[in-house]
């Protein structure tokens, strides 16, 4: 598997193929009772995508392997932490947003 830890190392195309293979394991196997909106399921096959192509905790690496509408990285940091938020847990110390002073 190709090292993404820095952006440019990573093509897209593996990127979504991941993407693409995480969605069909995971939809089938998780009930719409706990997802209820399929945007967290996405969310969430791009946070796995991110964290096995850039072999870190950081939002911000992984923003940098999501694909998305959003046009700045600081977006799509937020929508996965939303998603950690999402989880019923505070998101303090969970994972790192990669931006100074703050966490999760």
């Known amino acids: 598997m190709a090292d993404c830890r820095d952006s440019w190392r990573c093509p897209n195309t593996l990127a ?6 995480l969605l069909e394991a995971l939809s089938p196997i998780l009930p ?3 997802y209820q909106d399929v945007r967290r399921v ?3 096959a791009w946070a796995v995508t991110g964290l096995c192509l850039t072999h870190t905790v950081r939002l911000g690496a992984w923003a940098e392997v999501v694909e998305s509408r959003a046009q700045y990285a600081a977006s799509r940091v937020r929508c996965l932490a939303r998603l950690s938020a999402s989880s019923g847990h505070s998101s ?3 994972v790192s947003t990669g931006v100074a002073g703050r966490s999760g």
Not at 16 to 21: A, I, K, L, P
């Open 32 to 34: 719409r009772t706990v």
């Open 16 to 21: 979504h193929q991941m993407y693409d293979d």
């Open 42 to 44: 996405r969310t969430l």
């Open 92 to 94: 303090t110390g969970m």
